[in-house]
């Protein structure tokens, strides 16, 4: 049996599994006339992935679904691959990338694509936030290939593979020229991919937008047919709407509608400038409690912002450590539309499991802001408590949390992360 990919021809996610092909000597054979929405709805295709989703890989063995294991199957199937580098530390490199890939570089260029083209609900703030990580991960990986033609090593690997996928949704539909140019090492990176034989054969003609798709309404179900009414009783219930005369457009196009505003942006003007505390925070590497802790408290405006404490409900799961603290900074990931509006400290606690995650937050306002509640799962599989200040063991806690003080409530640290 042969290798049969389902996936339409424009999957960059496909692309992923073909190129590793070519570059392996493997064959893969795309389905033809795959349709999205029809040929993945089918009793055959649920079977090999009841949820759905592609690309799904048919193999002798069995199907696979997901497009990074999708590759790694592929890549594997040629025995001493040099896409997988040539000794165990570039390996893990190739797998490191792998995930940065995938967690900052496509997952952000998602949260801004998608809401775009209205298969989601579009929010400024999620989108400014999306924009943000996606900045500081392309200015990471930017620094990275300063010096570099390849993510590893000296050749490719499957870790540049599906970075240059990941970005070709980018840079075809999102990315202007205006944007990339901040990255000058990306820009260089990906067209000297892209017009790699192997990656030119399966990828095409990459041309790189010219503008950001404007918003589009989200898309909603379709209404049942008449048709579809069970019975005749039901259908006489049913009314035609009255004709409505068509209105003449007076433009080619509505003029664009002004963003609508955070709620938290229409707050009293607050004395505490955000971003002026971050900067201390980050610039303060000695004397720490002298000088930023003391500095918080002077800038603080307890009207315009409140502490909040966090704990992980959850604590007795958290048995093993990088799966912990890989927890931790997922969520801060997904806090990144709340950038603008919050500070926070993660605490990673104990030197033995169960390790206990803990955190601090400062917001503008006076509650957890809503916005963040709806838009990041994980805010519920915390406990919330609002600090006390005018508790000196509270006030306490906060500057131990701040500074990362250990032992912390008699423990050691196993990490700590800064939102900022």
Same mark, same amino acid.
């Given at each position: 049996?042969?290798?049969?990919?389902?996936?339409?021809?424009?999957?960059?996610?496909?692309?992923?599994?073909?190129?590793?092909?070519?570059?392996?000597?493997? #064959?893969?054979?795309?389905?033809?006339?795959?349709?999205? %929405?029809?040929?993945?709805?089918? =009793?055959?295709?649920?079977?090999?992935?009841?949820?759905?989703?592609?690309?799904?890989?048919?193999?002798?063995?069995? $199907?696979?679904?997901?497009?990074?294991?999708?590759?790694?199957? &592929?890549?594997?199937?040629?025995?001493?691959? $040099?896409?997988?580098?040539?000794?165990?530390?570039?390996?893990?490199?190739?797998? #490191?990338?792998? *995930?940065?890939?995938?967690?900052?570089?496509?997952?952000?260029?998602?949260?801004?694509?998608?809401?775009?083209?209205?298969?989601? &609900?579009?929010?400024? $703030?999620?989108?400014?936030? !999306?924009?943000?990580?996606?900045?500081? !991960?392309? %200015? !990471?990986?930017?620094?990275?290939?300063?010096?570099?033609?390849?993510?590893?090593? +000296?050749?490719?690997?499957?870790?540049?593979?599906?970075?240059?996928?990941?970005?070709?949704? %980018?840079?075809?539909? /999102?990315?202007?020229?205006?944007?990339?140019?901040?990255?000058? +090492? &990306?820009?260089?990176?990906?067209?000297?991919?892209?017009?790699?034989?192997?990656?030119?054969?399966?990828?095409?003609?990459?041309?790189?937008?010219?503008?950001?798709?404007?918003?589009?309404?989200?898309?909603? =179900?379709?209404?049942?047919?008449?048709?579809?009414?069970?019975?005749?009783?039901?259908?006489?219930?049913?009314?035609?709407? =009255?004709?409505?005369?068509?209105? @003449?457009?007076?433009?080619?196009?509505?003029?664009?509608?002004?963003?609508?505003?955070?709620? /938290?942006?229409?707050?009293?003007?607050?004395?505490?400038?955000?971003?002026?505390?971050?900067?201390?925070?980050?610039?303060?590497?000695?004397?720490?409690? @002298?000088?930023?802790?003391? %500095?918080?408290? *002077?800038?603080?405006?307890?009207?315009?912002?409140?502490?909040?404490?966090?704990?992980?409900?959850?604590? *007795? @799961?958290?048995?093993?450590?990088?799966?912990?603290?890989?927890?931790?900074?997922?969520?801060?990931?997904?806090?990144? /539309?709340?950038?603008?509006?919050?500070?926070?400290?993660?605490? &990673?606690?104990?030197? #033995?499991? =169960?390790?206990?995650?803990?955190?601090?937050?400062?917001?503008?306002?006076?509650?957890?802001?809503?916005?963040?509640?709806?838009?990041?799962?994980?805010?519920?599989?915390?406990?919330?408590?609002?600090?006390?200040?005018?508790?000196? !063991? #509270?006030?306490?806690?906060?500057?131990?949390?701040?500074? *990362? +003080?250990?032992?912390?409530?008699?423990?050691?640290?196993?990490?700590?992360?800064?939102?900022?």
């Amino acid at each position: 049996m042969a290798l049969v990919l389902h996936a339409g021809s424009t999957n960059k996610n496909a692309f992923k599994a073909l190129v590793a092909a070519e570059y392996s000597g493997i #064959q893969v054979e795309l389905v033809k006339n795959f349709e999205m %929405g029809v040929s993945n709805k089918t =009793p055959e295709f649920l079977k090999m992935n009841p949820i759905g989703k592609v690309p799904v890989l048919e193999t002798p063995d069995g $199907p696979i679904f997901e497009s990074n294991a999708i590759a790694r199957y &592929v890549t594997r199937l040629k025995s001493d691959n $040099p896409l997988f580098g040539f000794s165990p530390i570039e390996y893990a490199h190739i797998e #490191q990338w792998i *995930d940065f890939a995938s967690l900052e570089i496509d997952a952000n260029i998602l949260r801004w694509f998608i809401p775009r083209i209205g298969y989601a &609900v579009y929010l400024p $703030p999620a989108e400014e936030a !999306a924009i943000s990580a996606l900045k500081r !991960a392309l %200015g !990471a990986l930017n620094t990275h290939i300063a010096s570099r033609t390849y993510l590893v090593g +000296h050749s490719v690997t499957l870790a540049d593979i599906i970075m240059t996928c990941n970005l070709t949704l %980018g840079f075809s539909r /999102l990315l202007t020229k205006s944007f990339t140019s901040e990255f000058p +090492h &990306v820009e260089r990176y990906f067209w000297t991919m892209v017009n790699q034989p192997n990656f030119h054969k399966i990828l095409g003609e990459v041309k790189q937008a010219e503008s950001v798709p404007s918003v589009q309404s989200a898309k909603k =179900p379709s209404q049942p047919k008449v048709k579809d009414v069970p019975n005749k009783e039901a259908k006489k219930e049913i009314k035609k709407e =009255p004709t409505k005369p068509k209105v @003449e457009a007076v433009a080619e196009e509505e003029a664009p509608k002004p963003k609508p505003k955070n709620p /938290l942006d229409l707050l009293p003007p607050s004395k505490m400038i955000l971003d002026d505390w971050k900067r201390l925070y980050s610039n303060t590497k000695t004397n720490f409690r @002298e000088v930023a802790i003391k %500095g918080f408290w *002077d800038m603080y405006d307890p009207e315009g912002y409140s502490l909040w404490f966090c704990e992980y409900k959850y604590n *007795d @799961e958290n048995t093993v450590s990088f799966v912990t603290m890989n927890k931790v900074g997922g969520f801060l990931q997904r806090m990144d /539309l709340a950038r603008k509006y919050a500070f926070g400290k993660m605490l &990673v606690i104990g030197s #033995q499991p =169960p390790y206990k995650v803990k955190g601090l937050w400062l917001f503008r306002g006076q509650e957890v802001p809503q916005f963040i509640i709806d838009e990041c799962y994980d805010m519920e599989l915390y406990e919330w408590k609002k600090a006390d200040i005018t508790d000196e !063991a #509270q006030k306490e806690r906060v500057n131990q949390m701040i500074e *990362d +003080h250990e032992p912390f409530e008699g423990e050691d640290l196993l990490d700590a992360k800064c939102f900022k």
